[in-house]
């Protein structure tokens, strides 16, 4: 299906895969009601009945109809578990890029987008990464989780439903490598999770954006793009899939609060979301899990590219003054506070 390959010096990863499948009919919607038969059979479909929601998933021969929430195995993944099981040694260096690939989408409506459904259908989306998340640990090969999203053409979405994408490696992805290896370093020289202190020093000051009775969303202090944010848990906490109901209701209020600001701070936006956390399996490569979000309002230039040097027309303090007002406004209309 495909290969993953190591730059020649740097341990930087990239992935090679081949496009399957081709939808039929560029006219219709794979995510859509009614186009089930477009996708791979669910594994998981959430159908809202009497007050509740149903767990079913589709048979062989037939789909469930008038779902909430979808999950099924991508048509076109990026990792397959059926790759060749083949390797190359540097400077030319590959592996397979073995792996599960399966799309959670969030609404039947390709009308809303991951800043305008509701804050119930927010936590539901957020059992259900939960759900997979565990059942993928329990996988043989599987090393780490990671889960995203993409929204806008500039964030290379081209499914206008809102969907996240839950993608396994067999290794842990080098930017979680290093926030593990800067994590362990603070710790054992301080005494203290970096990310435990960077909330203490974020909290009521210029870069905090909004709180929650259990979550923080603040700007980084040397951020990658203008208006990119980070959303944490305020206490420490390494497992995403231990936190309790109450906890997942307060994270979607503050993600649907972010990211529902954001869409009005900058018109159009697009931007990428992923889930730091620490992989589940017994592992002593731990984090402070937290969510990031990316903006992109203006391309990379030769210095991010060439030098991994960022450059930003506006400050964190600037940007979180703005984007903190529209938050705090959409929280309030999201609560019923006027």
């Excluded at 540097?90 to 804050?119: C, F």
């Excluded at 259900?128 to 290379?156: C, F, M, P």
Aim: hydrophobic share 35%.
């Amino acid at each position: 299906m495909g290969d993953m390959r190591k730059d020649y010096l740097s341990e930087r990863f990239m992935i090679v895969s081949k496009k399957t499948d081709k939808v039929a009919d560029p006219k219709k919607l794979p995510f859509a009601l009614g186009n089930e038969a477009m996708t791979n059979p669910s594994v998981l479909s959430l159908v809202a009945k009497d007050g509740m929601l149903q767990r079913l998933q589709d048979s062989d021969d037939d789909h469930v109809k008038n779902w909430v929430i979808r999950v099924f195995e991508s048509k076109n993944p990026i990792v397959s578990i059926n790759t060749e099981n083949s390797y190359t040694e540097r400077p030319q260096y590959s592996e397979p890029a073995y792996g599960y690939h399966y799309i959670i989408v969030a609404s039947p409506n390709e009308k809303d987008t991951l800043a305008t459904i509701e804050i119930d259908q927010w936590s539901n989306i957020l059992v259900v990464v939960q759900d997979r998340l565990r059942w993928l640990y329990t996988q043989k090969g599987v090393t780490y989780v990671s889960i995203y999203a993409d929204h806008g053409e500039n964030a290379g979405s081209k499914n206008p439903h809102p969907h996240l994408n839950l993608l396994t490696f067999s290794t842990i992805p080098p930017i979680i490598e290093e926030e593990a290896e800067a994590s362990a370093r603070t710790n054992n020289e301080k005494g203290v999770c970096p990310l435990c202190q960077t909330i203490t020093v974020e909290s009521g000051g210029p870069r905090q954006i909004l709180q929650t009775e259990g979550f923080i969303a603040f700007c980084p202090w040397a951020p990658t793009t203008s208006y990119q944010f980070c959303i944490s848990p305020k206490k420490h906490s390494t497992s995403f899939s231990k936190i309790t109901q109450k906890e997942i209701n307060d994270l979607s209020l503050i993600l649907r609060s972010t990211l529902g600001g954001l869409s009005k701070t900058v018109k159009d936006v697009s931007y990428s979301l992923a889930f730091h956390l620490s992989p589940e399996k017994k592992n002593s490569r731990q984090i402070h899990w937290h969510i990031e979000v990316y903006p992109i309002t203006q391309p990379w230039t030769g210095l991010e590219r060439g030098y991994g040097i960022f450059h930003n027309e506006l400050s964190p303090e600037q940007v979180a003054e703005k984007l903190g007002a529209s938050c705090r406004k959409e929280l309030a209309n999201l609560v019923g506070i006027v």
